[in-house]
């Protein structure tokens, strides 16, 4: 299968999956291709983001399927029948399992509103902002059976002001998001990221 060639997972609104496909117009994922959107909720907007943008989509319910494991089978047999060779979650709201997370090993990426370790999970601003932190962020990291716990491939600092509020805080990430995604997802499709256990080498171009 070829790096290059990307699925993209969302769940949502899709506003990550939509500074992908700039930065794919403006040639800025290092020869990646989007050839697919998945999401587990056809009546998402992220949908007609990708038919807007001409990407085909792989729109399934899990309650129609038996199991996870099921429902993941049907993905993985359409994003091997389309060669994927990077899977991009944004905002893709499903833990993952091993049917899809075994043949896809190390190529399936996620990005989270945190300096991970910290404030892993759920509400990520939101526990930054109960926590009292200073400075908090964004991450992208590899996936694997945990909860934001696979290696980490880059991260950008936002600072936390003392008059933020959720959404304040949240527009300064969102918009670190939009930039670090695309510069990490074109970094892979380039064949610039190594994974070495658990550090990632991120080779210059």
Same mark, same amino acid.
């Given at each position: 299968?070829?790096?290059?060639? =990307?699925?993209?997972? %969302?769940?949502?609104?899709?506003?990550?999956? $939509?500074?992908? *496909?700039? $930065?794919?117009?403006?040639?800025? +994922?290092?020869?990646?291709? *989007?050839?697919?959107?998945?999401?587990?909720?056809?009546? /998402?907007?992220? $949908?007609?983001?990708?038919?807007? /943008?001409? =990407?085909?989509?792989?729109?399934?319910?899990?309650?129609?399927? /038996?199991?996870?494991?099921?429902?993941?089978?049907?993905?993985? /047999?359409?994003?091997?029948?389309?060669?994927?060779?990077?899977?991009?979650?944004?905002?893709?709201?499903?833990?993952?399992?091993?049917?899809?997370?075994?043949?896809? %090993?190390?190529?399936? =990426?996620?990005?989270?509103?945190? +300096?991970?370790?910290?404030?892993?999970?759920?509400?990520?601003?939101?526990? %930054?902002?109960?926590?009292?932190? @200073?400075?908090?962020?964004?991450?992208?990291?590899?996936?694997?059976?945990?909860?934001?716990?696979?290696?980490?491939?880059?991260?950008?600092?936002?600072?936390?002001?003392?008059?933020?509020?959720?959404?304040?805080?949240?527009?300064?990430?969102?918009?670190?998001?939009?930039?670090?995604?695309?510069?990490?997802?074109? %970094?892979?499709?380039?064949?610039? *990221?190594? +994974?070495?256990?658990? @550090?990632?080498?991120?080779?210059?171009?």
């Amino acid at each position: 299968m070829l790096q290059s060639r =990307i699925a993209v997972f %969302a769940s949502g609104q899709g506003s990550n999956f $939509a500074a992908l *496909i700039d $930065a794919q117009r403006r040639g800025q +994922l290092g020869g990646g291709n *989007i050839e697919l959107l998945v999401s587990d909720k056809p009546e /998402a907007p992220v $949908a007609q983001r990708a038919e807007e /943008a001409g =990407i085909s989509t792989l729109l399934l319910r899990p309650k129609d399927f /038996a199991s996870r494991e099921l429902y993941e089978a049907e993905i993985v /047999a359409e994003l091997q029948r389309r060669e994927i060779g990077l899977i991009v979650l944004a905002g893709y709201m499903r833990l993952i399992t091993p049917v899809l997370l075994t043949p896809y %090993a190390g190529r399936i =990426i996620n990005i989270h509103p945190s +300096l991970l370790p910290a404030f892993a999970g759920k509400d990520a601003i939101g526990q %930054a902002l109960n926590y009292g932190v @200073k400075l908090t962020g964004v991450t992208v990291h590899f996936v694997d059976g945990g909860m934001d716990t696979g290696p980490v491939i880059a991260q950008r600092s936002v600072v936390v002001k003392d008059d933020d509020s959720p959404d304040s805080l949240a527009e300064r990430i969102h918009k670190v998001e939009y930039e670090l995604y695309p510069e990490v997802v074109g %970094a892979f499709a380039a064949g610039r *990221i190594v +994974l070495d256990g658990r @550090k990632t080498l991120v080779h210059e171009k």
